[in-house]
């Protein structure tokens, strides 16, 4: 298997032909309609400032369903005393903005490039992309955003500022979901941190073959994945 690389064309090779960490191709651009034809066709974009944009599509891959979500005492101790706000969309671009410059584990959300943001600020204008956020005392303090096509909800960063923060919007946000009917969160890659929410990992055909399921026009998009 060899990388593949992207023009100006709007494509993209099947999942299957991805290298063995999950990077599948290179190029291209973060146009609305790739960002969203990869979601569809299980592919997320994940590059740092000085690379061209990469695109990814792991196996195993990293996911949650919804009616799997752990909540610890601790967490549901918190969620009785509301110990935050939860808010949806209040504000998106300060949520992408702590998201790339909070440190975690010593490292900033470098990914998170200015066209990385103006790409899915655009996706929110759209009402595609989300953010849920906790509030404490008036103040943004942590979330996560994504975009949600369909049933599935396509996580991928979250940062936070008070000690539980983003946990608490992530279980708020994941019932809140559960509600409205979503069936699948998309987490990407592995982290301690999700799977002790119920986060767990499948195979990437079967990440596939829900996607098909819960996501519409899905087969209309194949014509655009070679």
């Known amino acids: 298997m060899a990388l593949h690389f992207l023009d100006d064309e709007l494509w993209f090779p099947d999942v299957e032909e991805a290298l063995p960490d999950g990077l599948l191709a290179a190029g291209g651009d973060l146009s609305t309609e790739r960002i969203l034809l990869a979601y569809r066709n299980g592919i997320f974009?994940?590059?740092?400032?000085?690379?061209?944009?990469?695109?990814?599509?792991?196996?195993?891959?990293?996911?949650?369903f919804p009616d799997e979500l752990k909540v610890s005492k601790s967490m549901k101790q918190l969620l009785r005393n509301k110990e935050f706000e939860f808010k949806v969309n209040i504000d998106f671009e300060a949520v992408i903005y702590n998201c790339r410059s909070v440190l975690r584990n010593g490292v900033s959300g470098t990914w998170i490039t200015d066209?990385?943001?103006?790409?899915?600020?655009?996706?929110h204008?759209?009402?595609v992309a989300h953010s849920a956020e906790a509030w404490h005392e008036g103040e943004l303090v942590?979330?996560?955003?994504?975009v949600q096509m369909g049933k599935v909800?396509?996580?991928?960063?979250?940062?936070?500022?008070?000690?539980?923060?983003?946990k608490y919007a992530f279980i708020c946000f994941v019932e809140q979901l559960r509600e409205q009917g979503i069936a699948l969160i998309d987490c990407q890659v592995y982290t301690d941190h999700l799977k002790s929410l119920g986060a767990r990992s499948i195979p990437r055909r079967e990440f596939k073959q829900l996607l098909e399921v819960h996501i519409e026009d899905t087969k209309a998009c194949r014509a655009n994945v070679k």
Do not use: C, I, K, Q
């Open 142 to 146: 942590g979330g996560l955003y994504g």
């Open 45 to 64: 974009p994940w590059f740092n400032d000085d690379d061209p944009p990469l695109w990814w599509s792991p196996d195993p891959r990293f996911v949650l």
């Open 115 to 123: 066209e990385v943001a103006d790409a899915y600020t655009a996706l």
């Open 125 to 127: 204008n759209m009402g």
């Open 153 to 166: 909800f396509f996580g991928e960063s979250m940062f936070s500022l008070r000690s539980n923060a983003s």
